[in-house]
């Protein structure tokens, strides 16, 4: 009964595949090969538009290489008081931009809205050079909360972001859930919603390693390629991204894996908030968990075989609180996730 992180699952049976028939034979080095032209085709017809595309093997790297190709070091990155790249990412965005500032909103909140956007933008001085300048609102889909942020909602925070100059970054490391969530295409929920640039998780649904910064506004794409080389995520072996990615949207395998680990958390979900004692912190929309269990509970389910997380008290709703009794954990399903574990799990909650 593993619930601990999507992170950690393998590569589903169609990607394994693609990547051992990529291991045959010699092909062209450093993303020349016909693996990653597919790639990027297929990525540009999945996204409907004639988009730039760039593979690294890590999140981190993605979000921050194009980070750094959206900001200049004295300007001002927007975020989520729980976005990954503020609380997870080291000191990774300061780093690869050369000091750009995160500044965090809507704390206590399951995401951000235009009113707290709003609200920022009004408050914010550009008394030049003395103020750092407003650069990039970064949103994260499905975001810290597990939540989902509709093509509506995208295209209003974006609007309000283009108005004032900035550009829109999405770290879409669990896109594929919030996508298959909501049922809208994938250009809808990017740059026909004005997204600039996304970084296009896989890792966590279905392949190896493999994460794309795909660059709809074409112009922040300048120097990228030196950028890639400069910070040691240029892969010789260029294939191992492009066979994984070709299989990965293949017949919208991504979307159906992505369904199945949501499907799943939606199952627990209803088990939990039928467990007496149990309170969900948010809304289950995609595949990630928030819940105060009891503590008893918690050591019960953890003796019977269940993984899961504790997860920081900072990312409690606005008003909720942690008891001495309870424990604050995230569960999260994948593609991996069994019906087996599933019913297993629910079968003890109903027990306990």
């Not at 003395?130 to 509506?152: D, F, I, K, R």
């Not at 997204?195 to 910064?213: I, R």
Request: glycine content about 8%; proline content about 3%.
């Amino acid at each position: 009964m593993y619930f601990g992180s999507d992170n950690q699952t393998g590569a589903s049976e169609q990607v394994l595949k693609a990547l051992v028939e990529a291991n045959t034979g010699i092909c062209a080095s450093y993303g020349e090969d016909q693996w990653t032209a597919a790639a990027v085709k297929a990525v540009q017809t999945t996204f409907e538009c004639d988009c730039e595309v760039f593979f690294v093997a890590s999140g981190t790297a993605a979000n921050c290489l194009a980070l750094s190709s959206m900001v200049q070091p004295w300007e001002v990155i927007v975020c989520h008081s729980q976005a990954h790249i503020l609380v997870d990412e080291s000191t990774a965005p300061e780093f690869f931009t050369g000091g750009a500032r995160l500044l965090s909103i809507a704390d206590g909140e399951s995401r951000i809205t235009p009113e707290h956007f709003s609200a920022l933008l009004a408050t914010q001085s550009q008394h030049v050079p003395h103020n750092p300048l407003l650069g990039v609102l970064s949103l994260t889909q499905a975001n810290e909360a597990g939540q989902v942020y509709s093509p509506e909602e995208v295209a209003t925070l974006a609007s309000l972001a283009h108005q004032r100059g900035m550009r829109v970054h999405m770290d879409g490391a669990r896109f594929a859930n919030a996508l298959a969530s909501l049922g809208c295409s994938a250009a809808e929920l990017t740059w026909k919603a004005g997204v600039d640039v996304l970084c296009l998780g896989a890792s966590k649904n279905g392949c190896l390693s493999a994460e794309m910064v795909i660059f709809f506004d074409k112009s922040l794409a300048q120097g990228f390629v030196h950028r890639r080389k400069r910070t040691g995520h240029l892969l010789s072996k260029g294939r191992l991204f492009g066979a994984q990615v070709v299989a990965w949207l293949k017949d919208l395998h991504w979307l159906t894996l992505a369904a199945q680990a949501n499907k799943h958390a939606q199952v627990l979900a209803s088990a939990l908030q039928n467990t007496p004692g149990v309170r969900l912190a948010w809304k289950v929309e995609a595949n990630e968990i928030f819940a105060l269990l009891p503590s008893q509970l918690a050591e019960e389910l953890e003796a019977a075989g269940a993984v899961f997380y504790d997860w920081g008290l900072s990312a409690l709703p606005a008003g909720q609180r942690c008891g001495a009794n309870q424990r604050f954990v995230r569960l999260v399903t994948s593609f991996a996730t069994t019906d087996e574990d599933v019913q297993r799990f629910c079968d003890l909650l109903a027990r306990g």
